[in-house]
């Protein structure tokens, strides 16, 4: 079974940086894409920024020129770099990444649990 699991999340003051980690384990054949989502309270989850298995990356508006997405195929690991980090930044940040795990499947998406990222002095 496949397992994403984030890590890197916690509390820093308005202005700091953070780096988040999300390491793939399990039965994996190939990667494609992989993201980071985010989830305040009272919103919907949307994204935040991707990468494609070929390393171009895409970014909301709110966080470009902030945050950088980057990955790791030798370790399955996706990171993104956080900083300037604004209040509004605070949210649950998701790990999700389109994995083959299966020749018998189609590749499907995980999820990680989520890293809380809360920007407060």
């Known amino acids: 079974q496949v397992q994403l699991v984030e890590s890197g999340g916690g509390l820093v003051q308005p202005g700091g940086s953070l780096r988040l980690s999300c390491a793939a384990s399990?039965?994996?054949?190939?990667?494609?894409?992989m993201g980071w989502y985010r989830q305040a309270p009272g919103k919907q989850r949307e994204l935040v920024a991707s990468?494609?298995?070929?390393?171009?990356?895409n970014y909301t508006d709110s966080v470009e020129g902030r945050f950088t997405i980057s990955r790791d195929n030798a370790k399955n690991t996706v990171y993104l770099q956080m900083n300037s980090l604004k209040p509004e930044d605070t949210a649950v940040y998701y790990c999700?990444?389109?994995?083959?795990?299966?020749?018998?499947?189609?590749?499907?998406?995980?999820w990680g649990r989520g890293t809380q990222v809360t920007v407060s002095s």
């Open positions: 999700n990444a389109e994995i083959l795990y299966s020749i018998y499947r189609r590749p499907r998406y995980f």
């Open positions: 990468v494609t298995s070929g390393g171009s990356t």
């Open positions: 399990g039965t994996i054949f190939s990667i494609y894409a």
